[in-house]
Structures are given as C-alpha cells and as structure tokens.
C-alpha cells in the first residue's frame, strides 16, 4: 500500500499536520491552476491515499491568486487528442472528483479568483466550498467550442440545477459574490478564504472517522439511488454508525450532560 511519503508530486503540493489535516495545493500559479494530465493523475494519486494514511480532513487550496482555471487549454491543443483519448482523459478527472467525494475524507475547498469550467468541477467534488470576494464561477467552454467532460452536468448541474447551468454555459455567465452562494455555488463566503477553510477542517477532524465517512460518501452515494434503495441503505450505514464502540465515550457524555451543548453562539 502506497503511503504519502511514496508519493511523488510535481504539480502539487502536500502537508500534513499534527491534527492529521492535510493541506493540498494546486501548484501551478504561471497556468492559474490550470489542470493538465499530470495534475490530474496527482489527484488520483494524493485522494486514493489519503484515507488510507488515518487523514481526518482535507484543506484544497492553491498558490498564487486563482484557485483553477481549469482544462489546461494549451495542452490540449498541443495533443490534438483522439476522442478516444480524450474520453479516457475525461475517465481519469471522474476517476480524481470521485476519489475526492466519496472516499470518506471531508474535503474543504478554499476557493480565490478564477474557479472556471474544470476548476469548478474540481470544486464542486469537495464537500464544503469557502470562497472569498474576488471569487468568481464561470463554465467558459460554450464560448470555446467545448463541453465539460469532468462531471459538471453531475456535479455542478447538481448545484444550482439545470436550468442555471445551461445559461452559464450558453451565455458565460459568471457568478460571485453573495449571489454565488446563494444559488449553491459555495456554502461560506468570508474575506479569507483560507482561514475559514482551516477553521472547518478542524470542526470536521474532531468527529470520529467513521462518522465522517457515512456523511461524506454515503449521503452522496444515496443521491444515485431511488427512494426506496436510498432508505434502505441509510438505515444499515446507521445501524453500523450508531454503534461503533468509539461513539460510546460521547453518548455517555451525552447522556450524563457533560457533553458539548448544541445551541446558537
């Protein structure tokens, strides 16, 4: 098994701290982030590893002043790839989104500038988006005679629904600001992006993994099934949550009234 010190990055970066949060960043500042194919496959890499290695929680960030712009355009153009290439391209970014949304690791994006076609589909693959004030969304790939092919009519369509991302595709319509949280885009829109990322990565690294697991790949799992199916799934992923012996300590707690109280600051 693969460890994070086996791990051989180029175009990213990885830290992990005491607490057991680690710190991806996107290290590509001179491309704005933009995601070529080794990128991409250090993604794979880095979300396939990090459950494995006892990670309580995820901070994705990057250096330089945009969070990712995306298909990294200039590649693509130089590969003039077959569209079999470029379908099993697009397998490998399902594959990295995947890993991210349903290994069980919550995943909190710090989001700054430029979060553009592939760069929101790689956002919209965490589990909490942060944005600051000169975030800003866009699918540009209409306007470039292009369509998304890393999991926006998934993901983002999931969002903010149908009907909105046709029009940002059609029309390159951006969102930022208050409105961009408000149609689902980000959950957290504050002046650091950065810090409060690491405040919700510290909140999430204090519950027990196995409960974050159930949250964070379970409810998604869920979505992909009918009614019916999704119930019966939530009730046996329950029945295993609800009684790990490491929730003990807490319920006694609880029922002792010694436990943290749940109410408004």
Same mark, same amino acid.
């Given at each position: 098994? %693969?460890?994070?010190?086996?791990?051989?990055?180029?175009?990213?970066?990885?830290? $992990?701290?005491?607490?057991?949060?680690?710190?991806?960043?996107?290290?590509?500042?001179?491309?704005?982030?933009?995601?070529?194919?080794?990128?991409? !496959?250090?993604?794979?890499?880095?979300?396939?590893?990090?459950? %494995?290695?006892?990670?309580?929680?995820?901070?994705?960030? @990057?250096?330089?002043?945009?969070?990712?712009?995306?298909?990294?355009?200039?590649?693509?153009?130089? @590969?003039?790839?077959?569209?079999?290439?470029? +379908?099993?391209?697009?397998?490998?970014?399902? !594959?990295?989104?995947?890993?991210?949304?349903?290994?069980?690791?919550?995943?909190?994006?710090?989001?700054?500038?430029?979060?553009? &076609?592939?760069?929101?589909?790689?956002?919209?693959?965490?589990?909490?988006?942060?944005?600051?004030?000169?975030?800003?969304? &866009?699918?540009?790939?209409?306007?470039?005679?292009?369509?998304?092919?890393?999991? @926006?009519?998934?993901? $983002?369509? &999931?969002?903010?629904?149908?009907? %909105?991302?046709?029009?940002? +595709?059609?029309? &390159?319509?951006?969102?930022?600001?208050? !409105?961009?949280?408000?149609?689902?885009?980000?959950?957290?829109?504050?002046?650091?992006?950065?810090?409060?990322?690491? !405040?919700?990565?510290?909140?999430?690294?204090?519950?027990?993994?196995?409960?974050?697991?159930?949250?964070?790949?379970?409810?998604?799992?869920?979505?992909?099934?009918?009614?019916?199916?999704?119930?019966?799934?939530?009730?046996?992923?329950?029945?295993? $949550?609800?009684?790990?012996?490491?929730?003990?300590? %807490?319920?006694?707690?609880?029922?002792?009234?010694?436990?943290?109280?749940?109410?408004?600051?």
């Amino acid at each position: 098994m %693969r460890g994070i010190d086996d791990l051989d990055l180029k175009n990213l970066t990885l830290e $992990v701290d005491d607490a057991g949060i680690a710190t991806v960043s996107l290290n590509r500042p001179a491309k704005r982030n933009a995601l070529d194919s080794v990128t991409v !496959e250090e993604l794979v890499d880095v979300f396939s590893t990090l459950p %494995r290695a006892g990670v309580r929680a995820a901070i994705l960030r @990057a250096e330089g002043p945009h969070f990712c712009a995306g298909l990294d355009l200039v590649e693509h153009y130089e @590969a003039d790839r077959s569209p079999a290439d470029f +379908m099993h391209l697009c397998h490998r970014w399902h !594959e990295a989104f995947n890993k991210m949304e349903y290994g069980g690791v919550p995943v909190i994006a710090a989001l700054k500038g430029a979060v553009v &076609g592939g760069g929101l589909e790689l956002a919209s693959a965490a589990h909490v988006r942060v944005m600051d004030a000169e975030t800003y969304f &866009g699918l540009p790939e209409g306007q470039r005679g292009l369509f998304t092919g890393g999991g @926006a009519t998934i993901r $983002v369509a &999931g969002l903010i629904g149908k009907a %909105r991302m046709i029009d940002m +595709m059609l029309t &390159g319509r951006l969102y930022r600001g208050q !409105e961009a949280v408000e149609v689902g885009l980000a959950q957290y829109l504050v002046e650091d992006s950065e810090a409060t990322a690491r !405040e919700l990565a510290e909140r999430a690294a204090a519950n027990l993994p196995l409960t974050n697991f159930a949250i964070c790949s379970g409810i998604s799992h869920f979505q992909n099934m009918s009614a019916l199916d999704a119930a019966y799934a939530e009730a046996v992923l329950a029945g295993i $949550v609800n009684t790990q012996p490491a929730a003990r300590e %807490r319920l006694d707690a609880f029922a002792k009234g010694t436990g943290p109280r749940i109410k408004p600051e």
